[in-house]
């Protein structure tokens, strides 16, 4: 039969039965989905009307990815899939759908931050007081290589972050989302 991107089929707005009076287009055309895999790189090339191609992906192991509030984008490894809203079977095979929550590799955001910043990330805080010497003139000269401009904003950054903490949002173990503060809300109400 093959799969169409037409409306001849669907019911009328009052909800009555159309005619099909012709048959199905070539443009009204529709392709199965790619159902992309996690795996080593295999992607088909679709031919399309108008000549055009398209890169149809069946398996990949490689994403750009954005670290948004530091404006840095990088490839990196895909790690494994973790959450799908719409199906669970798409987690358990590792299947590469929009809006999945997927894990990355954090090897380049991390490189690039302890470039940028001086600062190694998921270290513990003992092992940089071991040697107190060493990491304070290293950072002093990364400090003295950053240009003034970027240190200015490093600062006011640091100043904008230091405003928004607040004793409550400390207090907890990890970031207030909207459905946590709501939640509270309705416990403060129910002990009322």
């Given at each position: 039969m093959g799969i169409s991107r037409d409306s001849k089929h669907k019911r009328r707005n009052t909800g009555g039965k159309r005619k099909i009076h012709r048959k199905k287009r070539k443009y009204e055309l529709g392709r199965p989905a790619a159902m992309t895999r996690l795996g080593t790189k295999r992607i088909h090339l679709v031919r399309c009307r108008g000549g055009m191609i398209k890169h149809r992906a069946l398996k990949l192991d490689h994403g750009n990815f954005s670290w948004a509030s530091e404006a840095v984008a990088k490839q990196t490894r895909i790690l494994v899939v973790v959450y799908n809203a719409s199906n669970n079977e798409l987690v358990r095979t590792n299947t590469l759908v929009k809006n999945s929550i997927i894990q990355i590799d954090a090897t380049p955001f991390r490189a690039y931050?302890?470039?940028?910043?001086?600062?190694?990330?998921?270290?513990?805080?003992?092992?940089?007081?071991?040697t107190p010497a060493q990491p304070k003139a290293a950072a002093a000269s990364e400090?003295?290589?950053?240009?003034?401009?970027?240190?200015?904003?490093?600062?006011?950054?640091?100043?904008?972050?230091?405003?928004?903490?607040?004793?409550?949002?400390?207090?907890?173990?990890?970031?207030?989302?909207?459905?946590?503060?709501?939640?509270?809300?309705?416990?403060?109400?129910?002990?009322?």
């Open positions: 931050y302890e470039q940028r910043y001086g600062v190694t990330l998921g270290k513990a805080k003992k092992e940089s007081a071991s400090q003295s290589s950053q240009p003034a401009a970027a240190s200015k904003k490093d600062a006011k950054k640091s100043k904008k972050d230091s405003k928004a903490a607040t004793p409550a949002a400390e207090a907890s173990t990890g970031p207030v989302t909207k459905s946590d503060s709501v939640k509270r809300k309705q416990a403060s109400r129910s002990r009322e």
